[in-house]
């Protein structure tokens, strides 16, 4: 029997051994696995937007993934790190976080040149005038854009007029009418219109909505759906062409210090997830989920989609040419050269649009 019982003990010495050994070594897959690096990307969209939940989770796992787990890449939506949405820029300028994604027009004079793509008729789809934004950007902003790198800018897909239940076929029929707007040279657009524009980011449309402080907004059909807008506007205006009534510049960027604390390794794992394909990538998101949208609309049995005719679109890009003109006009008086602009906003926005 004390053969027997020094035996079991004997091996239950070596069973407690090789468990510890296993514990240590778990700990140290652990610790290998832990992540040298964490990124904080701050937005302002809710967690079910398509943008939130189809492009930046994806481009979190990507970055994640080629870095071999030694960067992580934790995404707080809706403000959640405070702040409001015109301060985003600044939080990533000051490290405050470490990725942002926001408007650039919430900050009007700061990005200038920028405006050019909130001009009324230029853009086509979210993914072609994504891209076409990213070039410009790039070219014409990167002074501006000192403090951050430059994730991607972009704009969203085309954007729409929406109102509780007026239908709009007209200059005419705007008058009285208060709608937001996210930008000023996008406000401009709608008081030259007739209407009295109200600027605020756009998470306070739904709560504006609702004490009836605007009458509507102007927002791309995949914003309905991310603020669940659709029981509160039930009259969606789409115009004729290929051109969209506005767009907005957007962008994604990173603290410059915090990019340049990266090693050279880790450097290259976000320049590969930045850039014009990003740019795209996001431009598409939105395009795509614009769909589903205005298919529940079309079966809703309160909300219309007002498709204008040419003949009803043309009176309104007659308004928007002389928007055109008078941003021109005021960018030169600033010493920009405005036309220049317009004319390359344009030129770039059919060269993509000619690409497969």
């Known amino acids: 029997m004390t053969d027997i019982a020094t035996g079991w003990r004997r091996l239950a010495t070596r069973m407690a051994a090789g468990v510890a050994g296993l514990v240590v070594a778990a700990g140290m897959a652990g610790q290998a696995a832990a992540a040298e690096v964490t990124l904080r990307l701050h937005h302002f969209f809710p967690p079910t937007s ?124 705007m008058k009285g009418l208060k709608l937001r707007g996210p930008s000023r040279l996008i406000n401009s657009f709608i008081e030259a219109l007739g209407a009295e524009p109200v600027g605020m980011p756009v998470p306070q449309t739904a709560e504006a909505l609702s004490r009836g402080v605007i009458d509507g907004t102007v927002l791309p059909m995949e914003g309905l759906d991310a603020l669940r807008l659709q029981e509160l506007v039930h009259r969606h205006m789409v115009f004729a062409g290929e051109n969209a009534l506005y767009t907005t510049m957007m962008l994604v960027a990173m603290n410059q210090a915090k990019y340049d604390g990266l090693p050279a390794d880790l450097k290259k794992v976000i320049d590969d997830n930045a850039g014009i394909a990003e740019a795209r990538a996001i431009g598409r998101v939105m395009d795509q989920a614009d769909a589903p949208v205005v298919a529940a609309i079309e079966k809703s049995t309160t909300n219309r989609i007002i498709a204008l005719t040419s003949a009803e679109t043309d009176r309104f890009r007659a308004v928007g040419a002389e928007v055109e003109k008078a941003w021109a006009e005021r960018m030169t008086a600033r010493g920009i050269d405005g036309p220049a602009l317009i004319e390359e906003a344009k030129a770039l926005v059919a060269k993509y649009a000619a690409q497969p």
């Not at 189809?54 to 071999?68: H, I, L, M, P, T």
């Not at 949405?85 to 700061?110: H, K, N």
């Not at 076409?132 to 991607?152: C, Y």
């Open 50 to 173: 398509a943008v939130h939940s189809k492009y930046f989770a994806d481009w979190k796992q990507r970055v994640e993934s080629q870095s071999g787990g030694r960067i992580e890449v934790k995404i707080y939506p809706a403000m959640q790190l405070g702040g409001t949405p015109p301060s985003l820029f600044d939080q990533a300028r000051t490290g405050q976080a470490d990725i942002i994604w926001t408007v650039v027009g919430y900050t009007p004079d700061r990005f200038p040149e920028a405006e050019v793509f909130d001009l009324p008729f230029l853009p086509r789809s979210a993914e072609i005038t994504s891209q076409a934004a990213h070039e410009f950007a790039m070219k014409h902003l990167t002074s501006r854009f000192e403090g951050v790198k430059v994730i991607a800018a972009h704009t969203h897909s085309p954007g729409l007029i929406h109102t509780r239940d007026r239908e709009v076929r007209t200059p005419e029929d």
